[in-house]
C-alpha cells in the first residue's frame, strides 16, 4: 500500500511553500526507500514553484539533492540494503533501454528521463514529489551510495551544483596543467572553483564584484579577475584553455571569448534563457568552440562522489529548518547565501 509522506511544496505560483502530506508509492522489485535527513536548495526548485519555466504542475514538492538512509528495498535490489547511507539526484528513472541510457547518460534519455519532482512516472502517470519531504522512494539505479567518512550534512548539494560543475571539467579533460577560468561566483561557480583546483588545474575566478576576491582565494582560486576591468581583461586575452560560464541569466559572451587561447573551449552551465549574439569571428580566431553541459549521468555521479570524498570537496552550506524554506528562497533571489542552503530535513522548531 502507498505510504503518506510529510513534505513542504506549494499550491500555486503565488504561494508561499507549506506543511503538506502527499502520497508516496508502494515499492516495486527494483525500488528503494530512503529517509531523507538533507536536502539541498536549487535555483531550480524556487524557479519551479514559482512556474518561472512553465510546465509547473501543482501541487509542486521541490527538492533534487537528496541525502538519507534506505529503510526499505525491493526484492531485486542488489546494490543497496537497509542502513546505507545514500543520495539522489535530479533523476529518478529513464527507459534504461536507449543508447545514452547505456552509455550512462541517463539524462538524455530517448524517451526522457524521470526527474526527481514536476515529472510524470512512466509507470503509474503520477507526478514526481522531491526531497523537501520526510521519505521517497526512487529505482535503484537512480541512488547513489554516499562514501563512508563523508560529511552527510554537506553532502546534498553536491547532486547537482557538483555534478553540474564536475561533469564539464571531466568532458573536456581538465587536469594538470589546464587553464581554468571559472565565471561568477555562486552556488554553481563555488563549486566549479574548487573541483578544477582539486583536479591539479591553475583556476582564475572571473567575478564582476572585487570583494568576491579573498572568497574566490580561500575557495582555492589561484587569481581573480574583475571583469569589469578593462586592462584586466586586456591583459588576460588568449590566456585559458577551458572556461565554465555559471552565469545564471543572459548576458553577453564576446568578452570572455576573448579570453580563450587557441581551441580553448567555453561552456555554459547556468544561464537557461536566451542569449544575446556574438560575434563570429571570435570563434572562427584561435578555432575557439562555445558548448553546454547538463548535469551527468548516474555513472559520472558516482565518481564525483568518490572524487569529492577522496578530495575531502564540499560546498559551502548553510543549514536551516524547513519551517525557513520562504525566508531562504527570498534570500536566494537576493544571492544572500555562501553559497548553498542545506535543510536538516530531522529538525524542526
Given at each position: 500500500?502507498?505510504?503518506?509522506?510529510k513534505g513542504w511544496g506549494t499550491d500555486a505560483a503565488d504561494q508561499p511553500?507549506?506543511?503538506?502530506?502527499?502520497?508516496?508509492?508502494?515499492?516495486?522489485?527494483?525500488?528503494?526507500?530512503?529517509?531523507?535527513?538533507?536536502?539541498?536548495?536549487?535555483?531550480?526548485?524556487?524557479?519551479?514553484?514559482?512556474?518561472?519555466?512553465?510546465?509547473?504542475?501543482?501541487?509542486?514538492?521541490?527538492?533534487?539533492?537528496?541525502?538519507?538512509?534506505?529503510?526499505?528495498?525491493?526484492?531485486?535490489?542488489?546494490?543497496?540494503?537497509?542502513?546505507?547511507?545514500?543520495?539522489?539526484?535530479?533523476?529518478?528513472?529513464?527507459?534504461?533501454?536507449?543508447?545514452?541510457?547505456?552509455?550512462?547518460?541517463?539524462?538524455?534519455?530517448?524517451?526522457?528521463?524521470?526527474?526527481?519532482?514536476?515529472?510524470?512516472?512512466?509507470?503509474?502517470?503520477?507526478?514526481?514529489?522531491?526531497?523537501?519531504?520526510?521519505?521517497?522512494?526512487?529505482?535503484?539505479?537512480?541512488?547513489?551510495?554516499?562514501?563512508?567518512?563523508?560529511?552527510?550534512?554537506?553532502?546534498?548539494?553536491?547532486?547537482?551544483?557538483?555534478?553540474?560543475?564536475?561533469?564539464?571539467?571531466?568532458?573536456?579533460?581538465?587536469?594538470?596543467?589546464?587553464?581554468?577560468?571559472?565565471?561568477?561566483?555562486g552556488g554553481l561557480g563555488h563549486m566549479g572553483v574548487k573541483l578544477a583546483?582539486?583536479?591539479?588545474?591553475?583556476?582564475?575566478?572571473?567575478?564582476?564584484?572585487?570583494?568576491?576576491?579573498?572568497?574566490?582565494?580561500?575557495?582555492?582560486?589561484?587569481?581573480?579577475?574583475?571583469?569589469?576591468?578593462?586592462?584586466?581583461?586586456?591583459?588576460?586575452?588568449?590566456?585559458?584553455?577551458?572556461?565554465?560560464?555559471?552565469?545564471?541569466?543572459?548576458?553577453?559572451?564576446?568578452?570572455?571569448?576573448?579570453?580563450?587561447?587557441?581551441?580553448?573551449?567555453?561552456?555554459?552551465?547556468?544561464?537557461?534563457?536566451?542569449?544575446?549574439?556574438?560575434?563570429?569571428?571570435?570563434?572562427?580566431?584561435?578555432?575557439?568552440?562555445?558548448?553546454?553541459?547538463?548535469?551527468?549521468?548516474?555513472?559520472?555521479?558516482?565518481?564525483?562522489?568518490?572524487?569529492?570524498?577522496?578530495?575531502?570537496?564540499?560546498?559551502?552550506?548553510?543549514?536551516?529548518?524547513?519551517?525557513?524554506?520562504?525566508?531562504?528562497?527570498?534570500?536566494?533571489?537576493?544571492?544572500?547565501?555562501?553559497?548553498?542552503?542545506?535543510?536538516?530535513?530531522?529538525?524542526?522548531?
Amino acid at each position: 500500500m502507498p505510504t503518506i509522506a510529510k513534505g513542504w511544496g506549494t499550491d500555486a505560483a503565488d504561494q508561499p511553500l507549506r506543511e503538506m502530506e502527499f502520497e508516496r508509492r508502494d515499492l516495486r522489485p527494483n525500488d528503494v526507500a530512503i529517509k531523507i535527513t538533507h536536502s539541498g536548495i536549487c535555483h531550480s526548485d524556487l524557479h519551479t514553484c514559482r512556474n518561472d519555466w512553465g510546465g509547473s504542475r501543482y501541487p509542486v514538492v521541490p527538492g533534487h539533492e537528496i541525502v538519507g538512509t534506505v529503510t526499505e528495498v525491493g526484492p531485486e535490489v542488489t546494490k543497496h540494503k537497509v542502513g546505507d547511507t545514500v543520495a539522489v539526484g535530479c533523476m529518478v528513472d529513464s527507459c534504461m533501454e536507449c543508447d545514452q541510457c547505456l552509455e550512462g547518460w541517463e539524462v538524455f534519455c530517448r524517451k526522457g528521463c524521470i526527474q526527481t519532482y514536476n515529472s510524470k512516472d512512466f509507470h503509474d502517470g503520477t507526478v514526481t514529489k522531491g526531497g523537501y519531504s520526510d521519505h521517497v522512494v526512487v529505482r535503484d539505479h537512480f541512488v547513489c551510495k554516499v562514501p563512508d567518512g563523508m560529511d552527510v550534512t554537506r553532502v546534498a548539494p553536491l547532486l547537482c551544483a557538483g555534478i553540474t560543475t564536475y561533469s564539464p571539467l571531466r568532458q573536456y579533460n581538465v587536469g594538470e596543467g589546464t587553464k581554468v577560468a571559472v565565471i561568477g561566483l555562486g552556488g554553481l561557480g563555488h563549486m566549479g572553483v574548487k573541483l578544477a583546483a582539486a583536479m591539479g588545474a591553475h583556476v582564475t575566478m572571473i567575478t564582476t564584484t572585487p570583494e568576491k576576491a579573498k572568497d574566490a582565494r580561500e575557495l582555492g582560486a589561484h587569481d581573480v579577475i574583475v571583469s569589469t576591468d578593462p586592462e584586466q581583461m586586456a591583459a588576460a586575452a588568449t590566456r585559458f584553455d577551458f572556461i565554465l560560464n555559471t552565469i545564471p541569466v543572459s548576458h553577453e559572451i564576446d568578452g570572455y571569448l576573448n579570453l580563450l587561447g587557441r581551441s580553448g573551449r567555453m561552456v555554459i552551465v547556468g544561464a537557461l534563457t536566451p542569449m544575446p549574439g556574438f560575434t563570429g569571428f571570435q570563434l572562427i580566431w584561435w578555432n575557439r568552440a562555445v558548448g553546454g553541459s547538463a548535469i551527468g549521468g548516474i555513472p559520472e555521479t558516482q565518481e564525483m562522489l568518490d572524487f569529492c570524498a577522496k578530495h575531502d570537496i564540499y560546498p559551502d552550506c548553510e543549514h536551516i529548518r524547513i519551517e525557513q524554506v520562504n525566508d531562504a528562497y527570498e534570500r536566494l533571489l537576493k544571492n544572500d547565501v555562501r553559497y548553498r542552503f542545506v535543510i536538516d530535513m530531522e529538525q524542526t522548531a
